[in-house]
């Protein structure tokens, strides 16, 4: 900071008050000024250089304020705020040894919350969270109102791998602070691997202000809700009846989670199925018993069915039924009064359970004419805007998005129409954690998503590299038009789509920092082929980041596309109920690799179980193939991308001190007694073999050693 000319005699204590005026009042420049007069007249003055330093600390001028908090606390040793501060302006330049210095420097002489928490945090930051630990206990023990101590908590129980301690410590503090949404996205995050004796007693309560919340990741949560709906409102529903059905409708963690989730669990599968097959039944008597609430519930359920694309398996007494249904719709929507007709709005909402209303062009015409739309009740609008608003939206969107080039190979055609009639996964919401501080300070990236599908990986992406210009491509329109509603919803501006097949992207002139493509090469003719063409577009130094099926993982699959191949080549929706129905059977029947799938939750839901079992061309991997694919094409292993916390534990507590994260003839050996450590695909960096030094220095990722 320049020093400035005194131009009018003032006291030292006159202009610390004036700058502090300005302070208080925002004007910060002016506020620095006039600490610049004092410090012209006594460069050493403590309150000027704390202030100083403190107002451009806040600006995010961390170089200039390290001159004068070193300055101040040269003359100041034993001041507890001038050591905290010039810890935390240290550890913002990525001093961490001078900001742990001044840091316990500082809680020799006093030891508070805030400062417990940042030493947290440092130790945090460099990978040190069993040391961390007990600093933000005891931040969280002496700061007992401060969310963000429980918050900071949690992560260091979740990095040390203490998942029982990371769920209660943020279901508590979520009861406490509910609407903190950071702790909610925390406690998904490790409700997965959370069994049923490490759960606190108020997990009704909790579930229902989660999910309350539309803008975090609630699948982490089917399991929780699935037991706490089968020992409450499903306990003993074995033979629904009317009054059963109104019972339920005012059960909210039920209508909460049919809104939200959608379960992996065959008992609730069926009990769902009863209820939608008796609500059917119910709309069409000639003296309708619902009684208030029942349309929310019907709208909630409506809405389960429309993100499960309508999985569930339908009777010939419902089908006929059905149709019984289209025609009662049909006489109504000719009376615009209709809309306020009770048995004609459930009628609507019995509908959406069994077709998507925007497939009925009348009937979408009706409800989403200005005059009727308003007249709604806001469970119906909700419906509308799910069912046929963001649909038609997505065909808007479709026409403008560019085609880069396409290919004729016969397998990229066959992939391509399977997701135009699924577009995969079909999703609502993806917590976007606010970027950290060392995504904030990435330089800008050019990245690109090959085979982006229906758009979370691009979320994703955009949360973790915040600078990222990112170029999303797919073969599927379908799938494209889905992932550019919700880059629009969230509001990316950095994104671009295309329509494109990896096999064409050899005519691209842009080149790239980063590589995604998960789970897409394996569904290709020649992924060979394939790897290298991306390899191509990487710039020097880039990274590919590759997901590929595990061929121990997904024997169970493997085994039943063997026994209904024929299936595979056309599977109708029709076809895929009565399978899913067969491994229900089966599995009843004690066949493990039935029951098996029916742990999957991509079971239970109609594109996802087409693209579990059902998928036109896949190759499954072991990680010794994938080594001496890498060795072929000149590519080195740089680490997994992913890995589930019990995962890595287990394997480090195999190998002990020899465990060597990128050695994968130790992790070939770790699968062969765990064959399901991989269920999702194993996930991984690459790079060139002789750029390995210039990747890990150019890019923003910790690589496994």
């Known amino acids: 900071m320049a020093p400035l000319k005194n131009t009018a005699p003032r006291s030292v204590r006159a202009l610390l008050d004036k700058s502090k005026k300005l302070y208080k009042s925002k004007d910060y420049s002016g506020s620095l000024r006039t600490l610049s007069l004092v410090l012209n007249k006594n460069p050493s003055h403590p309150e000027a250089l704390l202030r100083a330093a403190s107002i451009l600390a806040e600006s995010g001028d961390y170089a200039g304020a390290d001159p004068l908090v070193r300055h101040l606390v040269a003359i100041t040793p034993q001041d507890h705020e001038s050591l905290c501060l010039a810890g935390f302006i240290a550890a913002c330049l990525g001093d961490v040894e001078r900001a742990g210095a001044h840091y316990h420097a500082a809680l020799s002489l006093k030891k508070t919350d805030d400062l417990c928490n940042k030493i947290g945090r440092l130790l945090i930051d460099i990978d040190q969270p069993d040391k961390a630990l007990p600093y933000f206990q005891e931040a969280a023990a002496l700061g007992p109102d401060k969310p963000l101590y429980a918050e900071n908590l949690v992560l260091a129980y979740r990095k040390v791998g203490r998942f029982a301690d990371a769920f209660r410590t943020a279901a508590r503090a979520i009861l406490k602070f509910p609407q903190e949404r950071r702790l909610k996205a925390l406690l998904t995050s490790v409700a997965r691997g959370v069994s049923a004796t490490d759960r606190d007693s108020d997990l009704e309560a909790l579930l229902v202000t989660c999910l309350k919340d539309e803008e975090i990741e609630h699948q982490t949560l089917i399991h929780l809700w699935c037991q706490s709906v089968l020992c409450g409102p499903f306990s003993r529903k074995t033979g ?236 599927s329109l379908a799938s494209l038009a889905y992932a550019r509603r919700k880059c629009d919803e969230a509001g990316l501006k950095n994104v671009t789509c295309l329509q494109s097949d990896i096999l064409c992207l050899d005519r691209m002139e842009t080149h790239f920092d980063l590589i995604s493509s998960s789970g897409v090469i394996h569904h290709m003719a020649d992924p060979e082929k394939a790897l290298n063409i991306l390899k191509k577009l990487l710039k020097p130094g880039g990274v590919l980041n590759l997901g590929l099926y595990s061929r121990r993982a997904r024997q169970s699959i493997t085994a039943f596309r063997e026994l209904f191949a024929q299936d595979i080549q056309s599977p109708t929706p029709d076809l895929i109920r009565a399978r899913r129905q067969d491994v229900f059977r089966r599995a009843e029947l004690g066949e493990e690799r039935f029951d098996f799938i029916l742990r999957l939750k991509d079971f239970y839901a109609l594109s996802s179980c087409r693209d579990l079992l059902f998928h036109t061309h896949e190759i499954c991997y072991t990680l010794p193939e994938i080594g001496a694919i890498l060795d072929r094409n000149d590519l080195v292993f740089l680490g997994f991308s992913f890995l589930e916390p019990h995962v890595l534990q287990s394997f480090q507590k195999q190998f002990k001190d020899t465990a060597n994260l990128r050695d994968l003839t130790q992790w070939d050996a770790f699968e062969a007694g765990q064959p399901d450590a991989f269920a999702s695909m194993y996930q991984f960096f690459i790079c060139r073999k002789d750029e390995e030094d210039l990747a890990r220095k150019n890019t923003p990722f910790k690589f496994a050693t």
């Open 240 to 475: 629904l009846e009317n009054n059963d059905l109104n019972a339920l409708a005012n059960n909210e963690l039920l209508r909460l989670g049919l809104r939200r989730l959608l379960p992996a669990h065959p008992d609730i599968e069926r009990i769902l199925t009863r209820i939608r097959a008796l609500a059917l039944k119910e709309a069409l008597a000639e003296k309708s018993i619902f009684i208030n609430g029942v349309l929310e519930f019907l709208c909630a359920l409506s809405e389960h069915c429309f993100f499960n694309e309508y999985v569930f398996f339908v009777e010939e007494a419902e089908s006929q039924a059905i149709r019984a249904l289209k025609t009662r719709i049909d006489t109504h929507i000719r009376n615009p009064a209709s809309i306020t007709d009770p048995d004609f709005q459930i009628y609507v909402a019995v509908m959406g359970c069994y077709e998507p209303l925007y497939k009925i062009p009348e009937l979408a015409a009706y409800l989403n004419r200005p005059e009727i739309h308003g007249r709604l009740p806001v469970p119906l609008r909700d419906l509308v805007r799910i069912q046929i608003e963001e649909p038609l939206r997505e065909r808007t969107l479709a026409q403008t998005i560019p085609t880069l080039s396409m290919t004729d190979d016969a397998i990229s055609r066959q992939v391509r129409a399977q997701y135009e009639e699924n577009p995969y996964p079909r999703w609502r919401s993806l917590y976007m954690d606010p970027p950290s501080r060392s995504a904030l300070t990435q330089k800008p990236m050019d990245l690109l998503i090959a085979g982006c599908g229906t758009g979370r990986q691009i979320l994703m992406e955009c949360s973790a590299h915040p600078h990222a210009n990112v170029t999303a491509i797919d073969l």
